[in-house]
């Protein structure tokens, strides 16, 4: 049965960090781009950043670059999103996804089931 288990979420002040997890079973995420979504209130589920299965390329949305790093542990099936210098506007529930190729037409073939981030004082 395939999964994705997101954690590592919770509420941050701005300026402040946090790191999400996402273990993956029933599939090896070194055949698959995993990729970080998220949902604001009111708003469309954008691309955060995404990490390939081989050779591990990264890619980050524009609004996240020099703050989010991604990366993974093959041996352990998981992916992480370091997340710093956190702002109000990263606020929002955070999706890992498995796809083919990094934010590639169709779209992936499995999400999570998300975890809230908010960013706030």
């Known amino acids: 049965q395939v999964q994705l288990v997101e954690s590592g979420g919770g509420l941050v002040q701005p300026g402040g960090s946090l790191r999400l997890s996402c273990v993956a079973s029933?599939?090896?995420?070194?055949?698959?781009?995993i990729a970080w979504f998220r949902q604001a209130p009111g708003k469309e589920r954008e691309g955060v950043s995404c990490i390939s299965g081989s050779p591990g390329s990264t890619y980050y949305a524009d609004s996240v670059k020099g703050r989010f790093t991604i990366s993974k542990d093959n041996a352990k099936n998981t992916v992480y999103l370091e997340m710093t210098s956190l702002k109000p506007e990263d606020t929002g529930v955070y999706y890992c996804?498995?796809?083919?190729?990094?934010?590639?037409?169709?779209?992936?073939?499995?999400w999570g089931q998300g975890t809230q981030v908010t960013v706030s004082s």
């Open positions: 996804a498995a796809e083919e190729a990094c934010w590639a037409a169709p779209g992936p073939d499995y």
């Open positions: 029933g599939f090896a995420i070194d055949y698959y781009a």
